[in-house]
């Protein structure tokens, strides 16, 4: 189905450049798939294992397989982006999420009507976690994302990061706010709002004013008015998924990208149990996230205007190493400068991916294929997601501590640092 970029106004008509409405956009987007993100659900994690009556390694288990199912077809979603455009994919899937927040908050129901056995909870709260997961995280952050970066180029990584900085507070704030938020309404009632809020209000707001790229606008990136077409240069650097695949820059950054998730994920998921084997209480714990989300509001503010004037290699090669900071951070939380250590690098480092999974894709591989080259890093990055949590809880219960999948992670992001300093990352010149 084609809508006219034309309706119900034309953009090229406005006074000032309309890749700034896209921005806006593109921000809410993004926050609103919060319900589907870690921090969004980790704050319903004890509510669910209360109304479900299951543990939290099963809880685990059911966001693993539900989270590892989705990934498995974001990579199609992609391609639906590159083939649909972003105006019908984004409003399409904000309907969609809304839908799957109000299973959400009626699995316990769902459950009870199948069965009200332990295996039917398990099933109802997996199904569940695969449609927030695939829709919210998957689908509406990356067509959220994707739909910007086709709007700018000489200050794309400046605009990306003025968005990242914005949904990096919102994200970092999100587990505080939905927290108390529960505290005074209840859980249920508290999904409910989110789902009215993207279901209807953002989905609207995305039919109206989202349109597909410049050109079909009669617009150029950044703003000037003409006949717009893609060079032959540009279409000879836009690579495939295929193309990208061979290119170990792609799986660098990609591994990379999942190991932010796995570790990130397992953390923010267990926050509160991470803290009270530290001895430390869940108000300590949520604390975590106001220096996290200055740590990396900062960071992404410094680092998106460095992002067009340097290579992103050096930008990957110390996220990489605050990484590794954080995880001697959780490792050691129960300490002072282990708290402040695990803020700084997981709130740098955020930051810093929150540059890179935007810029990185369109500037090595180019704008042609973006939403399926993106896609399948994204089904990467949420499968490293799925397994962090469990991974987690299944070394605490083996253990008796998290310190063991911790310096399991160490590991692996100390391996990749040593190979994004060793493969060559030289950038195509950018001619779109």
């Excluded at 970066?149 to 999100?174: H, P, Y």
């Excluded at 530290?278 to 509001?297: C, H, L, Q, R």
Aim: aromatic share 16%; proline share 3%; glycine share 10%.
């Amino acid at each position: 189905m084609h809508i006219s970029s034309s309706w119900p106004f034309k953009p090229n008509k406005f006074k000032f450049y309309y890749g700034w409405v896209i921005w806006v956009a593109s921000a809410v987007g993004i926050l609103c798939t919060i319900p589907g993100q870690t921090v969004g659900i980790a704050a319903f994690t004890d509510s669910l294992i209360t109304a479900l009556n299951i543990s939290r390694t099963e809880l685990s288990l059911a966001y693993l397989i539900g989270t590892i199912i989705s990934s498995f077809y974001l990579t199609r979603a992609g391609r639906w982006f590159d083939i649909l455009g972003a105006r019908m994919m984004i409003s399409t899937a904000s309907i969609c999420f809304s839908l799957s927040i109000i299973y959400l908050s009626f699995v316990d129901t769902i459950g009870a009507l199948l069965g009200g056995s332990n295996f039917a909870n398990l099933g109802a709260i997996t199904f569940g976690f695969f449609l927030v997961r695939f829709l919210g995280q998957g689908v509406l952050t990356n067509c959220s994302r994707n739909s910007l970066l086709l709007w700018f180029n000489e200050k794309r990584g400046l605009v990306v990061g003025m968005r990242t900085v914005v949904i990096s507070f919102g994200f970092s704030t999100a587990p505080l706010f939905l927290g108390n938020a529960i505290g005074i309404v209840g859980w249920k009632e508290t999904l409910w709002f989110l789902a009215l809020f993207v279901g209807v209000g953002f989905s609207a707001l995305a039919f109206i004013f989202i349109r597909d790229n410049p050109k079909s606008c009669g617009l150029e990136m950044d703003g000037f008015i003409s006949n717009f077409r893609i060079s032959t240069r540009e279409e000879v650097q836009s690579a495939t998924l295929a193309q990208a695949k061979k290119n170990p820059i792609f799986w660098v950054y990609s591994l990379s990208f999942c190991a932010h998730a796995m570790f990130i994920t397992a953390v923010i998921f267990h926050i509160t149990s991470i803290f009270a084997e530290a001895g430390k209480s869940p108000v300590e714990a949520f604390s975590y996230f106001i220096p996290a989300a200055i740590f990396s509001t900062t960071t992404n503010m410094v680092t998106s205007w460095l992002s067009d004037r340097i290579g992103l290699k050096p930008l990957l090669v110390v996220m990489l190493f605050v990484f590794a900071l954080g995880c001697f951070g959780v490792i050691n939380v129960g300490k002072e400068w282990g708290f402040w250590l695990l803020a700084f690098g997981f709130g740098t480092g955020s930051g810093l991916w929150g540059v890179l999974t935007n810029l990185t894709f369109i500037r090595f591989f180019g704008p042609n294929h973006i939403g399926e080259i993106s896609g399948f890093s994204a089904s990467l990055s949420v499968f490293a997601s799925a397994i962090g949590p469990a991974l987690f809880s299944f070394g605490y219960d083996l253990f008796g501590s998290y310190t063991a999948p911790a310096k399991l992670s160490l590991l692996l992001i100390m391996c990749l640092l040593a190979a994004s300093i060793l493969i060559n990352q030289k950038e195509p010149e950018r001619t779109y």
